[in-house]
């Protein structure tokens, strides 16, 4: 707003127009952090489906393998 406008506006309105200008730029605040934490969240989720395919290439291997070894003592 120019100056000579804002000379205008009541105590009121001045106040009710500084609230909404802060309480605007807190939402598009809050909406940055929301996105940023959505995508830190898929890369979480990313990481740890990485981590369960190799956690059960590793289990699957050794669990082969423990089977095989019980076999062979007729365990």
Same mark, same amino acid.
């Given at each position: 707003? &120019?100056?000579?406008?804002?000379?205008?506006?009541?105590?009121? &309105?001045?106040?009710?127009?500084?609230?909404?200008?802060?309480?605007? *730029?807190?939402?598009?605040?809050?909406?940055?952090?929301?996105?940023?934490?959505?995508?830190? =969240? *898929?890369?979480?989720?990313?990481?740890? &489906?990485?981590?369960?395919?190799?956690?059960?290439?590793?289990?699957? =291997? =050794?669990?082969?393998?423990?089977?095989?070894? *019980? &076999?062979?003592?007729?365990?």
């Amino acid at each position: 707003m &120019e100056e000579k406008e804002q000379s205008a506006l009541t105590i009121d &309105e001045e106040c009710y127009l500084r609230q909404m200008e802060a309480w605007i *730029k807190e939402q598009q605040a809050r909406e940055k952090q929301l996105l940023a934490t959505i995508e830190t =969240s *898929k890369e979480v989720v990313r990481q740890n &489906e990485i981590q369960l395919e190799w956690h059960r290439k590793f289990f699957n =291997s =050794s669990l082969k393998e423990f089977e095989e070894w *019980k &076999e062979e003592r007729k365990i």
